[in-house]
């Protein structure tokens, strides 16, 4: 059974940093894109930040480009999301999600595209 964790949410201040995880069992995590996904109250759950399998392609979404940083281990089947100068519109829950197709060529934005997806992990930040 796949299975993805989140881990690394909680409150923090404007201008602060977070730092969350993502952790997988019971896939071959190396062999797909993840991504980062989140939801804010009242709002559709939208595209924040993607990585390719091999760790050389990544995708941002306009709102988080320059703050925050995806990254991965593919040895640990984890993935990283490096979140710096957080604002208040950033508050929402962060979903990781990993792609339904093995060695995708690009990272996609669009939640149809993820077939695995874990619990989330309340990220607020206080303005």
């Known amino acids: 059974q796949v299975q993805l964790v989140e881990s690394g949410g909680g409150l923090v201040q404007t201008g602060g940093s977070l730092r969350l995880s993502c952790a997988a069992s019971g896939i071959t995590f190396r062999k797909y894109a993840v991504a980062w996904f989140r939801q804010a109250p009242g709002k559709e759950r939208e595209f924040a930040a993607g990585?390719?399998?091999?760790?050389?392609?990544?995708a941002y979404a306009d709102s988080v480009k320059g703050r925050f940083t995806i990254s991965r281990d593919n040895t640990k089947n984890t993935v990283d999301l490096q979140m710096n100068s957080l604002k208040h519109e950033d508050t929402a829950v962060y979903y990781c999600?990993?792609?339904?197709?093995?060695?995708?060529?690009?990272?996609?934005?669009?939640?149809?595209?993820?077939?695995?997806w874990g619990q989330g992990t309340q990220v607020t930040v206080s303005s």
């Open positions: 990585i390719k399998w091999s760790g050389e392609g990544t």
């Open positions: 999600a990993a792609d339904g197709v093995v060695y995708r060529s690009v990272v996609h934005t669009a939640r149809s595209e993820y077939d695995y």
